[in-house]
């Protein structure tokens, strides 16, 4: 499966961006999803996950409350509904898509990546 992640830019602080990641390929819906990224000087971390019906979602402590992953089967695409914006969300945000048994937090369990979108949060 191909994917292709957009919706990335520049907002200031407590401003909201919304991601989208768009797959091609295989059928969607048999993969779980994940948004990753990767802050400056920083390793890729974990943000959100969303299981493959949409039904179940996970976020790291640091999103929880802010971020919301939603995903659109019929259209091939997830999306990652950021608000609250601090600058340190600023990153390359990743969409994964996984083929394991369940979400997971751990970049090991996803089989396919996008190229990342740039996310900028100024102060």
């Known amino acids: 499966v191909q994917l292709q992640a957009s919706g990335g830019g520049l907002v200031q602080a407590g401003g909201s961006l919304r991601l989208a990641c768009a797959a091609s390929?295989?059928?969607?819906?048999?993969?779980?999803m994940g948004w990753f990224r990767q802050g400056p000087g920083k390793e890729r971390e974990f943000v959100g996950a969303?299981?493959?019906?949409?039904?179940?979602?996970d976020y790291a402590a640091s999103v929880k409350g802010r971020f919301t992953m939603s995903r659109d089967n019929a259209k091939n695409t997830v999306f990652l509904q950021m608000n609250s914006l601090t600058p340190e969300d600023t990153a390359v945000y990743y969409c994964?898509?996984?083929?394991?048994?369940?979400?997971?937090?751990?970049?090991?369990?996803?089989?396919?990546w996008g190229q990342g979108t740039q996310v900028t949060v100024s102060s």
């Open positions: 390929g295989r059928t969607f819906s048999r993969y779980y």
């Open positions: 969303i299981s493959r019906s949409g039904g179940r979602t």
């Open positions: 994964a898509a996984g083929d394991g048994f369940t979400i997971s937090r751990y970049p090991t369990e996803y089989d396919y």
